[in-house]
């Protein structure tokens, strides 16, 4: 079984920066596309990057664009999500998931997830 672990979520004020880790033991995450996901109570679960597997592009949701990045360490086997300017609305639990593939057709393909995390919490204060 493959386990996704994220970690670096925190209680951050507005216009703070946080990154967010995610690794595994288990696959080679450079090979499989990747993708960050949040969810704040009350509403449904949205998708915030995908970063394709081997040239590492990466697609941001319009909410993120210009604030949030996402870099590789493929020594470490980790994928990151630098998040800098972070709003209250930012406040959800982010959850980390793998591609059995390599590629990224959007933001809303949930299905397409092989394996996800247990989350990370980020809550921003105002």
């Known amino acids: 079984q493959v386990q996704v672990l994220e970690s670096g979520g925190d209680l951050v004020q507005a216009g703070g920066s946080l990154r967010l880790s995610c690794t595994t033991s288990?696959?080679?995450?450079?090979?499989?596309?990747m993708g960050w996901f949040r969810q704040a109570p009350g509403k449904e679960r949205e998708g915030v990057t995908c970063t394709t597997g081997g040239d590492g592009n990466t697609y941001f949701a319009d909410s993120v664009k210009g604030r949030f990045t996402i870099s590789r360490d493929n020594a470490k086997n980790t994928l990151y999500l630098q998040m800098n300017g972070l709003k209250p609305e930012d406040t959800a639990m982010y959850y980390c998931?793998?591609?059995?593939?390599?590629?990224?057709?959007?933001?809303?393909?949930?299905?397409?997830?092989?394996?996800w995390g247990q989350g990370t919490q980020v809550t921003v204060s105002s």
């Open positions: 998931a793998v591609k059995s593939s390599r590629f990224c057709r959007g933001l809303r393909e949930e299905d397409e997830y092989a394996y």
């Open positions: 288990e696959l080679p995450l450079e090979n499989h596309a």
